[in-house]
């Protein structure tokens, strides 16, 4: 558990990162290879990314909450330029970015790459799975194609 991390020290890990009161936690559960959302405790209702009230009731009772990390590609973008990001190159290709919608519920989107998949064949409506990257050193949650559907 990274809970002790103070916030200075957790910041450290994700300099690529703003970090605020709503999404500290959520980074460090990461660095536990923890993926979890914000469910809230009234309506049960999960959202993402972390807000400070339930955007569906208003209420402040939220906990995050680990899910599946299972959904499928609702939008998919192939970027051939972009920011300087750790393990991209786009010398080598297009880099996927992929918005997962998360099984868990309706609407519950994830952005984040795919891996172990040639970025041409990923496909909008495509199972993916969980598979946690490196990124500047510490944990990022990914996607991969998901067998048996
Ligand atoms: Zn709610």
Known sequence: MNEQLDDTALSQ???WVRLDHDTKNLFRAWL?????????DDCR?????????CPACWSSALTLTPVSGRGTAHLVMLLHQGAPAPGVDYGKGPHPVV????????????????????????????????VWIDRYG???????PRENG
């Not at 536990?32 to 809230?40: E, G, L």
């Not at 209702?45 to 009230?53: A, S, T, W």
């Not at 510490?138 to 991969?144: D, E, G, H, L, T």
């Open 32 to 40: 536990d290879r923890r993926f979890v959302i914000t469910r809230c």
């Open 138 to 144: 510490a944990p990022f949650p990914a996607f991969r």
């Open 13 to 15: 890990r994700f300099p």
């Open 45 to 53: 209702r999960y959202h993402h990314p972390p807000k400070p009230v």
């Open 99 to 130: 918005t997962v919608e998360l099984e868990e519920q309706e609407h519950l989107r994830f952005t984040s790459t795919v891996v172990d998949c040639p970025p041409e064949d990923v496909r909008i409506g495509m199972p993916l799975e969980l």
